[in-house]
C-alpha cells in the first residue's frame, strides 16, 4: 500500500525559510522521479519541484527558481523541499508524489502540509 506523508509546514513570516519533507513507502521509490506539488485556495494543484530517480538532476516552476531546492535520499525513502525567502503566494497545501512524464502524479494523494506565509 502506497502512502505519503508530508511534514513539516507551519506558519512563516513572508522572507523566512522553511524546509519540508516527505515519507514515502510501498513502492520503488528509487526508480521514480519526485516532485513536490502545492494547491492554493481556489487553485488548481500545480508541480512546482522534481527530481530524478538518482538525484542528479531538478526541474522547477518558473514561480519558486532560485528560492526552492528539493533534494531526496533514497536510503531512507525521503524527498525534501527547502524554501527561502518565501511569499504570502507561496501559501498553500504541499504535497509529495511520483511524477509522471506529463507532470501528472503517479499515486492517490497523501494529507498534505499546510504552509502559510504571513506576517
Known amino acids: 500500500q502506497v502512502q505519503l506523508v508530508e511534514s513539516g509546514g507551519g506558519l512563516v513570516q513572508p522572507g523566512g525559510s522553511q524546509g519540508l519533507s516527505c515519507a514515502a513507502s510501498?513502492?520503488?521509490?528509487?526508480?521514480?522521479?519526485m516532485g513536490w506539488y502545492r494547491q492554493a485556495p481556489g487553485k488548481q494543484r500545480e508541480l512546482v519541484a522534481r527530481?530524478?530517480?538518482?538525484?542528479?538532476?531538478?526541474n522547477y516552476a518558473d514561480s519558486v527558481k532560485g528560492r526552492f531546492t528539493i533534494s531526496r535520499d533514497n536510503a531512507k525513502n525521503m524527498v525534501y523541499l527547502q524554501m527561502n525567502s518565501l511569499k504570502p503566494e507561496d501559501t498553500a497545501v504541499y504535497y509529495c508524489?511520483?511524477?509522471?512524464?506529463?507532470?501528472?502524479?503517479?499515486?492517490?494523494w497523501g494529507q498534505g502540509t499546510q504552509v502559510t506565509v504571513s506576517s
Open positions: 508524489n511520483a511524477v509522471r512524464s506529463n507532470g501528472g502524479s503517479l499515486y492517490s
Open positions: 510501498g513502492f520503488a521509490f528509487n526508480i521514480y522521479i
Open positions: 527530481i530524478t530517480s538518482g538525484g542528479g538532476s531538478t
